[in-house]
């Protein structure tokens, strides 16, 4: 079964700068897109960054221009640089991949257990 396993989480202060990454393992797969998001307390989950094995990445704009997503697919392996972090940045963040498993010629959505990220003032 795939998994997708995260860290680089924790606690910074106001325009720190935090690296998230979240590897792919366990199966026979193809990964079509990989991204982040990231749900505050008593908020929706929203999207922070995608990035497709091919193609234009794409940001939310409350992160444009401070964070940068890439990826490295001999590792199946996507990254999140978090840089002039912000207190309102403080969420729990989840890495997602769209995947491609071959035995069953299904693409599945799968997810992160999530990993928390804390801005102090």
């Known amino acids: 079964q795939v998994q997708l396993v995260e860290s680089g989480g924790g606690l910074v202060q106001a325009g720190g700068s935090l690296r998230l990454s979240c590897a792919a393992s366990g199966g026979a797969f193809s990964i079509r897109t990989m991204g982040w998001y990231r749900q505050a307390p008593g908020k929706q989950r929203e999207l922070v960054a995608t990035i497709p094995t091919s193609g234009s990445t794409n940001y939310a704009d409350s992160v444009k221009g401070r964070f940068t997503i890439s990826r490295d697919n001999a590792k199946n392996t996507v990254y999140l640089l978090m840089n002039s972090l912000k207190p309102e940045d403080t969420a729990v963040y989840y890495c997602?991949?769209?995947?491609?498993?071959?035995?069953?010629?299904?693409?599945?959505?799968?997810w992160g257990q999530g990993t928390q990220v804390t801005v102090s003032s």
């Open positions: 997602h991949a769209l995947i491609f498993l071959w035995d069953a010629r299904r693409t599945d959505n799968y």
